[in-house]
């Protein structure tokens, strides 16, 4: 390609991007940022969730306590006991003993997993919603664009974290009135 041909082309597309810039600099694209962590923290469905995950296994907490009681009363029994006993009642106690472990050790673990279970299902509900208040916000405040992770800084002025969580904030109100009524 020759000389005066490159720059030709050179110009029209100087031309063309120029012709084209008022365009893009009327209407700058609107962006902005949220900390979902964040949102996941405060929340106020975050803290009515662990609520309802509190109360649903205070039952099986209770029972878990009540067995570790008892395997206390039986060390602190074999230990004041440890030497009247014979050697039969030694290793019977310490059968009891290791078996009540077991068993506070299988049912800690079995309540670990549920525990787990039901705070993931919460967890993708807040989740859901969050992400469907940024929708609502992105929407009625025309946002091009709402950036959430991987974020390695934002300004203040760009951070909508703190508009997501007074929506959340107001629906978790709303959602109170209406049973309340």
């Given at each position: 390609m020759?000389?005066?041909?490159m720059l ?7 031309v ?11 209407e ?23 609520k309802?995950?509190e109360?649903?296994?205070?039952p ?23 030497l009247t006993?014979?050697?039969?009642q ?9 078996m009540?472990?077991r068993e ?13 279970l039901?705070?993931n299902?919460?967890?993708?509900k ?6 469907q208040a940024?929708?609502d ?7 091009d ?11 203040k ?15 978790q109100?709303?959602k ?6």
């Amino acid at each position: 390609m020759s000389l005066s041909r490159m720059l030709h082309a050179m110009a029209m597309t100087a031309v063309f991007l120029f012709s084209a810039l008022p365009v893009w600099a009327a209407e700058p694209a609107k962006v902005g940022v949220v900390n979902v962590n964040l949102l996941i923290q405060q929340a106020p469905q975050a803290k009515a969730a662990n609520k309802r995950l509190e109360k649903e296994f205070a039952p099986q907490q209770q029972q878990l306590q009540k067995l570790i009681r008892k395997l206390e009363r039986l060390q602190a029994d074999y230990q004041k006991n440890a030497l009247t006993l014979t050697a039969e009642q030694k290793s019977a106690k310490e059968r009891e003993v290791a078996m009540l472990t077991r068993e506070i050790q299988r049912r800690r673990a079995d309540l670990q997993e549920l525990v787990n279970l039901r705070r993931n299902e919460e967890l993708a509900k807040l989740q859901a919603l969050i992400n469907q208040a940024i929708r609502d916000i992105g929407q009625q405040e025309h946002y091009d664009l709402i950036l959430y992770d991987g974020i390695a800084f934002s300004s203040k002025r760009i951070d909508l974290t703190p508009k997501i969580l007074a929506y959340l904030k107001q629906l978790q109100k709303r959602k109170k009135a209406a049973f309340n009524q």
